[in-house]
């Protein structure tokens, strides 16, 4: 289950904070193994879940968690920036 901090309605897409607080990409509401990771990273000696060749569940990238959002608009532009943190 999460709450939508951010979605396009054209595009179909929504970021969601699941209720462990990381950004998943999914439909609110949804159980965290259906939402796509926002943000991962992948370093070396840090390891990663089994995925098949993506690169998704890697162990830095489950440690995100949401810390804030804005929007800008620079005259026909839209920018959402989201942060994260590790706790």
Do not use: N
């Given at each position: 289950m999460?709450?939508?901090?951010?979605?396009?309605?054209a595009l179909?897409?929504?970021?969601?904070?699941?209720?462990?607080?990381?950004?998943?990409?999914?439909?609110?509401?949804r159980?965290r193994?259906?939402?796509?990771?926002?943000?991962?990273?992948?370093?070396?000696?840090?390891g990663?879940?089994?995925?098949?060749?993506?690169?998704?569940?890697t162990?830095?990238?489950?440690?995100?968690?949401?810390?804030?959002?804005?929007?800008?608009?620079?005259?026909?532009?839209?920018v959402?920036?989201?942060?994260?943190?590790?706790?």
């Amino acid at each position: 289950m999460g709450s939508r901090i951010w979605s396009h309605p054209a595009l179909g897409l929504h970021a969601v904070v699941d209720a462990a607080g990381a950004v998943r990409l999914g439909e609110p509401g949804r159980d965290r193994g259906s939402l796509v990771p926002l943000v991962e990273v992948t370093a070396t000696g840090h390891g990663r879940m089994w995925s098949g060749e993506r690169f998704v569940e890697t162990v830095i990238g489950d440690r995100l968690t949401y810390r804030d959002h804005e929007t800008v608009r620079d005259g026909t532009a839209t920018v959402r920036r989201s942060g994260s943190r590790t706790p």
